[in-house]
T-cell receptor, first 114, second 116 residues
Framework: EAQVTQNPRYLITVTGKKLTVTCSQNMNHEYMSWYRQDPGLGLRQIYYSMNVEVTDKGDVPEGYKVSRKEKRNFPLILESPSPNQTSLYFC?????????????FGPGTRLTVT | AQSVAQPEDQVNVAEGNPLTVKCTYSVSGNPYLFWYVQYPNRGLQFLLKYITGDNLVKGSYGFEAEFNKSQTSFHLKKPSALVSDSALYFCAVRLRGGTSYGKLTFGQGTILTVHP
């Protein structure tokens, strides 16, 4: 089954404790992206990757890191989480093709930073 | 910079009536336009997209959207709403090229409630 998986699905942590949210896709997609969803703000793009070893900042990259060492994986790293990073996070992937390809989203990771 | 506006936080409609969820965008160039839907406690699902050609685009679950270049709008429509259409809807825009090619910008979302 074609899918995007994220782990963990729920995470409660404390300020300053480094964490990683994993994202994996099995569709051989070139493009992967991370978003955060906050009430009233919709989804905002954190980072995206056009292919292996190619990453770029989205609209809200501060406080986050990513890496793309393999095509299928795109982990999101919070080196020193703060309470304002409490949010619902989504990973997504798509083929690049003509550029108009729709994205496939993971189920989301709900992060709480206390 | 690109932006998307969904002017209505909530849309309420009776089952069987037509529905419209509005979206306007601002980009410097020609965009790809998308609609996604999010059901409670679920990820986003693709509904439809505009790439080129006919301004009326048909998508999943009987939804359609009309691209209007002069008004920079991409409103989502359905002729007859179902209770099961109740969800959170997002409009999104992506540029066709340039250095911001990979950036996807979403609107803030519109909660659609269809009453029996």
């Amino acid at each position: 089954e074609a899918q995007v998986t994220q782990n963990p699905r729920y995470l409660i942590t404390v300020t300053g404790k480094k964490l990683t949210v994993t994202c994996s896709q099995n569709m051989n997609h070139e493009y992967m992206s991370w978003y955060r969803q906050d009430p009233g703000l919709g989804l905002r793009q954190i980072y995206y990757s056009m292919n292996v070893e190619v990453t770029d900042k989205g609209d809200v990259p501060e406080g986050y890191k990513v890496s793309r060492k393999e095509k299928r994986n795109f982990p999101l790293i919070l080196e020193s989480p703060s309470p304002n990073q409490t949010s619902l996070y989504f990973c997504a992937s798509s083929s690049l093709g003509t550029g108009g390809a729709e994205q496939y989203f993971g189920p989301g990771t709900r992060l709480t930073v206390t | 910079a690109q932006s998307v506006a969904q002017p209505e936080d909530q849309v309420n409609v009776a089952e069987g009536n037509p529905l419209t969820v509005k979206c306007t965008y601002s980009v410097s160039g020609n965009p790809y336009l998308f609609w996604y839907v999010q059901y409670p406690n679920r990820g986003l699902q693709f509904l439809l997209k505009y790439i080129t050609g006919d301004n009326l685009v048909k998508g999943s679950y009987g939804f359609e959207a009309e691209f209007n270049k002069s008004q920079t709008s991409f409103h989502l429509k359905k002729p007859s709403a179902l209770v099961s259409d109740s969800a959170l809807y997002f409009c999104a825009v992506r540029l066709r090229g340039g250095t911001s090619y990979g950036k996807l910008t979403f609107g803030q979302g519109t909660i659609l409630t269809v009453h029996p």
